[in-house]
Every structure is written in C-alpha cells, then in structure tokens.
C-alpha cells in the first residue's frame, strides 16, 4: 500500500526530509509566487544561487531573481530562509510566504 503525501496548502512548507522543488498543482492551479532581492542588503553569498541555481544568479555584487514570477518552488523558500541577509523576498498575491 503506497502512502502519498498530504495536500500542500498555499504558503504551508512541508516538512523537511519531503521531496523538494516544484510541486506541481499543491499549490492550486494559477498560483505564482513573486522574488524579489534587494540589492541592498544581498552580500553576494552566492548561497542562493546554490540553493536554487535555476531561481537566482549573480549580477555583479548582488544576486537577482532569474524571473519575478514564478510557479511554486520549494527550493525559492530554502534560499530565503537561508539567506544570510535576508535580502529574498518571497509572496504570493502580496501575502509574505517567509512571515
Ligand atoms: S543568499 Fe542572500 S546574500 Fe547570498 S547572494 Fe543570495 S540574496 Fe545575496
């Protein structure tokens, strides 16, 4: 007997050890979450980019977001949460998904 995984509602993290990255549809059909760095705070750790490679790059001294708007990506919250600036934001229709 295969036991799946409980729905994922919108901005609820599953829990570690979970599989990562996009999740298709348990976030809700339509659903786009928004990045947003600030070049202000980034000190270009790089961290990011390792996290979720296809999400971040460097631009000179800062990281940016490869595109703003995005399907869920569980690997867009570890790179925030990780963030040792706390310089990615990340919502969904303008709710903070790191709050
Ligand atoms: S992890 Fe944070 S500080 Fe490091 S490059 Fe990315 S945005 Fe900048």
């Known amino acids: 007997m295969s ?30 979450w928004k990045i947003e760095v600030s070049a202000d705070r980034c000190m270009a750790s790089g961290l990011c980019v390792a996290t979720a490679p296809d999400r971040f790059a460097m631009d000179g001294a800062a990281a940016v977001p490869t595109a703003e708007e995005i399907e869920p990506d569980e690997n867009v919250l570890d790179a925030a949460e990780t963030c040792p600036a706390l310089a990615i934001m990340v919502t969904e229709n303008g709710r903070d998904l790191l709050a």
Do not use: C, F, N, W
Request: glycine share 24%.
């Open 3 to 32: 036991v799946g995984h409980a729905p994922i509602l919108p901005g609820v993290r599953k829990s570690q050890g979970e599989d990562d990255g996009v999740v298709p549809g348990a976030y809700g059909v339509g659903v786009t």
